[in-house]
């Protein structure tokens, strides 16, 4: 493990505790982004539990070609390169990680913490962080980018386009070392029986947290609009929504998934 100031590395191993073996964690000061450094570094035969964490990111990046934001001191980023196991199903995966970000939080004792189909930590209406996975040395291995705002910034609402809320927002002011650990911690966890078991045994739990269960939603991609009741996600993480035609699954692909509102 390595780093630079600014980063309690000595802290973030005492929190680890065995598990740090797991992990090699590289805090750098800045880069592009913690993924495009990690695809770079996968490249270069990246070992599976390469961590890099970033204080700023001058191109971060988050679904459909979205910017991510990220402040010094305000904002946790960082990326874990994962060498998924040989012919792994990776259907649900993003929903998974999900799901350990939430757990790892509410460890922390951080309430009110919600999913949104398929990779967005929610709180109270608003967006608390997000996820990113990207595929690595021809497939071999994923990068899993995770982004959580840490507290308040005052840019971030007029620059996202939408609403945002940190985890200082939940009364809660947490050392950005001690969020790491709590995820880190649960990635290994939940990667593990992934790995061995799929989706299935994680659904319950993804659809308990599910900020949109039961709403009027809007799913659109670049060429259609849908509209329906949100009704979970089912044994591979598909969204299913309850339409005038009936229940329709969907993949994520390229979709976006809104609440609807009465007027377009």
């Given at each position: ?12 191993l005492g929190l680890l505790g065995a598990t740090a073996a797991r992990f090699d964690v590289d805090h750098l ?236």
């Open positions: 493990m390595s780093s630079a100031p600014g980063f309690d590395y000595p802290a973030l000061p800045e880069c592009d982004s913690t993924n495009s450094e990690l695809l770079r570094r996968a490249a270069n035969g990246g070992p599976s539990g390469l961590v890099v964490i970033c204080d700023r990111q001058h191109a971060g990046r988050g679904r459909r070609g979205r910017h991510w934001l990220s402040a010094p001191g305000d904002s946790l980023t960082f990326s874990l390169l994962w060498r998924r196991p040989e012919r792994q199903d990776l259907s649900g995966l993003s929903l998974v990680v999900g799901l350990a970000v939430a757990q790892a939080l509410e460890a922390l004792e951080v309430t009110g913490i919600g999913l949104k189909w398929p990779n967005d930590i929610w709180r109270e209406n608003a967006k608390l962080g997000g996820i990113l996975i990207e595929t690595a040395s021809g497939g071999e291995s994923l990068v899993i980018g995770i982004g959580l705002n840490l507290r308040e910034n005052p840019g971030w609402t007029h620059d996202a386009g939408r609403a945002v809320t940190s985890i200082e927002a939940s009364g809660h002011l947490i050392a950005r070392e001690a969020v790491l650990a709590s995820v880190l911690l649960r990635l290994a966890a939940t990667l593990d029986q992934f790995s061995m078991l799929g989706f299935p045994p994680f659904r319950e739990d993804w659809n308990r947290r599910d900020a949109f269960a039961g709403k009027p939603v809007e799913l659109s991609g670049d060429r259609e609009r849908i509209e329906g009741i949100c009704r979970g996600v089912g044994d591979e993480g598909a969204l299913r929504l309850e339409t005038a035609s009936g229940l329709i699954s969907f993949n994520a692909g390229d979709l976006s998934l809104r609440i609807r509102t009465e007027t377009h």
